[in-house]
């Protein structure tokens, strides 16, 4: 009997052994959160996320040929802005959200043209024989780079209105820092596969910033500069067979901390098109990456390492808070970023704070047309934790589905009339 209970607490703890195993294998397999966009049996990729947030182009050949698209950041309302049998590709937004730039061939070979944001205005910038192809703009109002992709390729650098063409060096797929002064791009001038690299933007102080056997491309930088994120592609080739290992990583922007954000590794057969995870590009706010794998739009969210509030904008009123005045409430008109929607703030967690206090909302309500939240907190309350002098007060709160958003406003609190005790 003794024995037999003994048994049983052996193939428990065992059991309980086997568990703890499955666990770290699952957490070793882990994914970050993502969501798809697009669901059709087409190609859809090459993701560009609009400065606002609100926005994401794309490319998709639905109609029979590729075509610039564009759709609401949580992929609904996808519409159309090229018409015509050739290839446009690889659109980027102007750091003001009004124009985009892209690739087409529509003229016998690539070249690089702007168009307004909903498809008006088509020009073209390039007019070499050659192959002008992924073009970026983001982040630098006045300058366009791109590659032409022949042999090793050529990174451009020209005017927005296409003027002073200039060759910066050898590399693909190049991006704007987000201050417009750096660029990071791929390039295999050390010999062997493709490396990630950054640079000025007159081509000086080229860093290297991986070391590996694999294929490293399509670079972009993170809103805040600290991260790069970009796709590594293994390529694995039999004599019947070639497959590729599609993974996507972020780096540190001087190389520290290489870090993968994928961690399947399925094979993939080189035939089938649009198939890898490419083109990743970051939400304006940095938590979020859009990328195309398997032939559509995917968004991850919940990167360690990455901004986890998104940034509200606030207005605090009144702008002068006498501590003497009887009023009864402190309104905050609270604006979310472009891709969230103010009516989802969950009213409970909103609250505002000078640290080390923080009081709770009293109510708030949500203007849904202007995207604007009011939120009222009691006077009497923020009298009780401010001094006078130029004071700055948070208010933070979370979203339905647990996005945190935080915003900071300063306002100016006197003591006229009555003494505070
Ligand atoms: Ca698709
Ligand atoms: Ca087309
Ligand atoms: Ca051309």
Same mark, same amino acid.
């Not at 937004?93 to 498809?119: E, L, N, Q, T």
């Not at 990328?291 to 991850?300: L, R």
């Not at 604007?372 to 006078?388: C, G, K, T, Y």
């Given at each position: 009997?003794?024995?037999?209970?003994?048994?049983?607490?052996?193939?428990?703890?065992?059991?309980?052994?086997? =568990?703890? #195993?499955?666990?770290?294998?699952?957490?070793?397999?882990? #994914?970050?959160?993502?969501?798809?966009? /697009?669901?059709?049996?087409?190609? &859809?990729?090459?993701?560009?996320?609009?400065?606002?947030?609100?926005?994401?182009?794309?490319?998709?050949?639905?109609?029979?040929?590729?075509?610039?698209?564009?759709?609401?950041?949580?992929?609904?309302?996808?519409?159309?802005?090229? %018409?015509?049998?050739?290839?446009?590709? &690889?659109?980027?937004?102007?750091?003001?959200?009004?124009?985009?730039?892209?690739?087409?061939?529509?003229?016998?070979?690539?070249?690089?043209?702007?168009?307004?944001?909903?498809?008006?205005?088509?020009?073209?910038?390039? %007019?070499?024989?050659?192959? @002008?192809?992924?073009?970026?703009?983001?982040?630098?109002?006045?300058?366009?780079?791109?590659?032409?992709?022949?042999?090793?390729? /050529?990174?451009?650098?020209?005017?927005?209105?296409?003027?002073?063409?200039?060759?910066?060096?050898?590399?693909?797929?190049?991006?704007?820092?987000?201050?417009?002064?750096?660029?990071?791009?791929?390039?295999? @001038?050390?010999?062997?596969?493709?490396?990630?690299?950054?640079?000025?933007?007159?081509?000086?102080?080229?860093?290297?910033?991986?070391?590996?056997?694999?294929?490293?491309?399509?670079?972009?930088?993170?809103?805040?500069?600290?991260?790069?994120?970009?796709?590594?592609?293994?390529?694995?080739? /039999?004599?019947?067979?070639?497959?590729?290992?599609?993974?996507?990583?972020?780096?540190?922007?001087?190389?520290?901390?290489?870090?993968?954000?994928?961690?399947?590794?399925?094979? %993939?057969?080189?035939?089938?098109?649009?198939?890898?995870?490419?083109?990743?590009?970051?939400?304006?706010?940095?938590?979020?990456?859009?990328?195309?794998?398997?032939?559509?739009?995917?968004?991850?969210?919940?990167?360690?390492?990455?901004?986890?509030? =998104?940034?509200?904008?606030?207005?605090?009123?009144?702008?002068?808070?006498?501590?003497?005045?009887?009023?009864?409430?402190?309104?905050? %008109?609270?604006?979310?970023?472009?891709?969230?929607?103010?009516?989802?703030?969950?009213?409970?967690?909103?609250?505002?704070?000078?640290?080390?206090?923080?009081?709770?909302?009293?109510?708030?309500?949500? @203007?849904?047309?202007?995207?604007?939240?009011? #939120?009222?907190?009691?006077?009497?309350?923020?009298?009780?934790?401010?001094?006078?002098?130029?004071?700055?007060?948070?208010?933070?709160? &979370?979203?339905?589905?647990? /996005?945190?958003?935080?915003?900071?406003?300063? =306002?100016?609190?006197?003591?006229?009339?009555?003494?505070?005790?």
């Amino acid at each position: 009997m003794a024995d037999r209970a003994k048994m049983g607490l052996k193939n428990l703890v065992c059991a309980v052994i086997a =568990i703890l #195993a499955l666990t770290v294998a699952v957490r070793e397999a882990r #994914a970050y959160p993502v969501t798809q966009l /697009t669901y059709e049996l087409s190609f &859809e990729g090459q993701p560009a996320w609009s400065p606002d947030g609100a926005k994401i182009a794309f490319v998709s050949d639905r109609d029979g040929h590729r075509e610039i698209y564009v759709t609401n950041s949580d992929g609904s309302n996808q519409t159309r802005l090229t %018409y015509n049998q050739y290839d446009d590709v &690889e659109p980027d937004w102007s750091p003001d959200g009004s124009k985009m730039v892209f690739s087409s061939d529509r003229s016998g070979s690539y070249d690089i043209y702007v168009m307004k944001a909903d498809g008006d205005n088509q020009i073209r910038l390039t %007019y070499e024989g050659s192959n @002008e192809r992924a073009p970026a703009w983001r982040y630098n109002e006045d300058k366009i780079l791109y590659h032409d992709p022949y042999w090793d390729g /050529t990174i451009y650098i020209i005017n927005a209105d296409g003027s002073s063409r200039t060759a910066l060096g050898t590399g693909r797929w190049p991006s704007w820092s987000q201050d417009g002064t750096k660029i990071v791009f791929s390039s295999n @001038e050390a010999g062997g596969t493709p490396q990630i690299y950054t640079m000025n933007h007159d081509g000086s102080d080229e860093q290297r910033l991986t070391f590996n056997g694999l294929i490293n491309r399509e670079p972009t930088w993170s809103p805040n500069g600290t991260k790069i994120v970009f796709s590594i592609t293994k390529l694995d080739i /039999t004599p019947d067979n070639w497959t590729y290992f599609p993974v996507l990583y972020i780096i540190d922007s001087d190389g520290g901390n290489l870090e993968r954000l994928t961690f399947d590794e399925y094979e %993939y057969n080189i035939s089938v098109r649009g198939i890898l995870r490419r083109r990743p590009t970051w939400s304006p706010d940095g938590t979020k990456i859009a990328y195309h794998y398997k032939g559509d739009i995917w968004v991850m969210s919940g990167i360690p390492g990455l901004p986890t509030k =998104i940034a509200a904008w606030l207005d605090i009123d009144p702008n002068t808070l006498n501590l003497a005045s009887e009023g009864k409430w402190i309104t905050c %008109y609270i604006w979310l970023p472009g891709e969230y929607d103010v009516a989802n703030i969950d009213p409970n967690s909103v609250r505002l704070e000078n640290e080390p206090n923080a009081i709770e909302v009293e109510w708030i309500w949500f @203007e849904e047309e202007d995207q604007v939240a009011m #939120a009222r907190f009691s006077r009497s309350e923020v009298q009780e934790m401010v001094e006078p002098g130029d004071v700055e007060l948070t208010v933070s709160g &979370e979203l339905v589905d647990g /996005t945190r958003f935080e915003g900071i406003d300063t =306002i100016k609190v006197i003591d006229k009339g009555r003494k505070k005790k």
